[in-house]
Structures are given as structure tokens and as C-alpha cells.
């Protein structure tokens, strides 16, 4: 974009010398505001930018773990305060600047809104019933997600695979009822605290999937009542921890894979568009220029 807009202005340039009492003051004007756009746009895209601002997202990260501290604020509150206010300040500098460069286009982007969000969220006044917005302040931290590619990855990825995985929850669900149903009719009157009803039996059947102390703590206990149960529990944990789990896992990475591919589709795509609207202007631009330096080489004669 900074390479379109440094070819088109030069070419307007030499055009408007060309074009006496043509090019006014509104039109220069307009020219500067957008090679200044455009200039700011290449700072706040470029990779310095983006590493400062992953730096100082981590520094207030770290500042507001300190404040939770109070040997910590005893000692420097006034300054991690102070620190915590210059960082606010940066933020909304830099949304600014994006703002001033994308223009509306900075509202259509998902990751632009979310930043917006957590830095208007850190500007409410945090005094009487707002007083809790103060703990909020940490999510300034989730800010690495929108600025890191990678981690935007991701989660574009994590929400690419939430239609896929409907069906899997479904199925989860359905396991996790009937095992419920079977364990509460089975093991309910010897071990009530576990499976004493239906929500208990979820609950302890979830434990044994996550495999939380699932043979020493639950299994092996209920098998000195029942010796077979492990013919329950086992199929169980196959089924969920080590069959539908590795389904989820599967999605999700197959989502990031295309994810991954759909992003590199797309940039390729935008480069080529790009350069063709540069030439397409700069050869129309080229042109004209062409055009006015002849009827100003007739005119001189």
C-alpha cells in the first residue's frame, strides 16, 4: 500500500505541474492527507511496531501481576500506578493512529473491535459500583492474541471448529447420559456421595474421564463392592478420554490447518490485486501525464 501511494503521488505530482489552475489547494491537501495515511498505516502494520506493542502489553501484564502484591504496593504502588497510566495512555495512542489509518475499515475488522473493547473497558472509571472494572484491567493482557499472528491463528481455528464439534458434544452428552443412568442404578445404594443420583453420577463419571485420581480414588474402591465394575469404567474411559477427546483434537486441528491455508489463499490473492490496481493507475496516471506535457510542449510553441 505505502509503494501504491508513493508511485500514484508522484505521478500526481508531476501531472499538477502540468495542470495550472487545475490543482488547487483542496486537492493538495487531499494528497497530503493520504500520503500521511498512508504513512501512518506502514507504521502501525509494520513488524517494529507490532514488536513494541507486544512488549508493552507484556510489561502491563506483568505490572498488574505485581499490584496483587501488597509487600510489592507498599513499596512502589505510586509507581506501578503511574506506569499502569502511561500504558493505558500508549493504547490509546496506538488505537488512534489505527483508527486515523484504516479508517472505517478499522470497525470491520473483528480483532480491531476486540482491542477497542478492552481499552474502553480500562477508561471507565473504576470508583463506587464500577469498582470491580479494576480487575478487569488483566484483559488488557488478552490484547497478545489480536497483535501475535500466530495466537490469532489459533483462535480463528478454535472458532472455525464450533460447527464441527456439535455433533462430538452431542455424542459426548449422549455417552455421558447413559453411563450416568447405568452407574446410578448400579453402584447408587453402595456409594451415594458418587452415585447417588443422576447429577452425582455425571459429576464423578466427568473425574474419571479427565482421569483425576480415577483408579485409587473412585475404580478401585467401587471394584472392593463390585470385583467386575472395571468392565464398566474401562470401556468408559476408552471411549470418551481416548476416543471422543482425540475427535475434538482432530477437529480443531484440522480447523486450524485450513485456517492457516484459507490466510495464505488470501494474502497471495491481495497481492495480486493490489499490483494490478497499481498498474492499472500508475499506466492511466502515465498517460495523462503524457497527454498534458504534450499540449504544454504546443503551447509553448
Not at 506502514?42 to 502489553?57: P, Q
Not at 443420583?197 to 482421569?211: I, K, P, R
Request: with cysteine; glycine share 6%.
Amino acid at each position: 500500500m505505502l509503494f501504491q501511494s508513493a508511485a500514484i503521488l508522484r505521478c500526481d505530482a508531476e501531472i499538477a505541474m502540468f495542470r495550472p489552475g487545475q490543482c488547487g489547494t483542496h486537492e493538495k491537501t487531499s494528497n497530503r492527507v493520504i500520503y500521511m495515511r498512508n504513512q501512518v498505516r506502514a507504521l502501525v502494520t509494520s513488524r517494529n511496531w507490532e514488536v513494541c506493542i507486544i512488549g508493552v502489553i507484556v510489561l502491563n501484564a506483568v505490572t498488574l501481576g505485581l499490584e496483587t502484591s501488597p509487600a510489592v504496593m507498599a513499596e512502589v504502588g505510586s509507581f506501578l500506578r503511574l506506569v499502569d497510566q502511561v500504558i493505558l495512555g500508549i493504547f490509546v495512542v496506538e488505537l488512534a493512529l489505527r483508527l486515523y489509518a484504516h479508517g472505517l475499515k478499522f470497525f470491520k475488522d473483528p480483532w480491531s473491535l476486540f482491542d477497542f473493547s478492552i481499552v474502553a473497558i480500562s477508561l471507565m472509571p473504576a470508583t463506587g459500583n464500577l469498582s470491580v472494572l479494576r480487575s478487569l484491567r488483566i484483559l488488557r493482557a488478552l490484547r497478545l492474541i489480536s497483535v501475535v499472528p500466530s495466537l490469532r491463528r489459533v483462535i480463528g481455528g478454535l472458532v472455525a471448529a464450533l460447527p464441527g464439534m456439535g455433533s462430538i458434544v452431542v455424542l459426548m452428552a449422549l455417552v455421558f447420559y447413559v453411563f450416568a443412568v447405568m452407574a446410578t442404578k448400579l453402584y447408587g445404594e453402595a456409594f451415594p456421595e458418587w452415585f447417588g443420583n443422576l447429577g452425582a453420577s455425571l459429576y464423578t463419571l466427568f473425574q474419571v474421564m479427565t482421569l483425576e485420581s480415577w483408579s485409587m480414588g473412585i475404580v478401585r474402591p467401587v471394584m472392593d463392592v463390585y470385583p467386575y465394575s472395571w468392565l464398566f469404567f474401562v470401556p468408559f474411559i476408552l471411549c470418551t478420554a481416548f476416543t471422543v477427546l482425540n475427535l475434538f483434537i482432530g477437529i480443531i486441528v484440522s480447523a486450524m490447518q485450513e485456517e492457516h491455508e484459507a490466510e495464505a489463499d488470501a494474502n497471495r490473492q491481495a497481492i495480486h490485486d493490489d499490483t494490478g490496481l497499481i498498474l492499472e493507475e500508475v499506466r492511466a496516471l502515465r498517460a495523462e501525464l503524457k497527454e498534458l506535457k504534450a499540449e504544454a510542449g504546443k503551447t509553448r510553441t
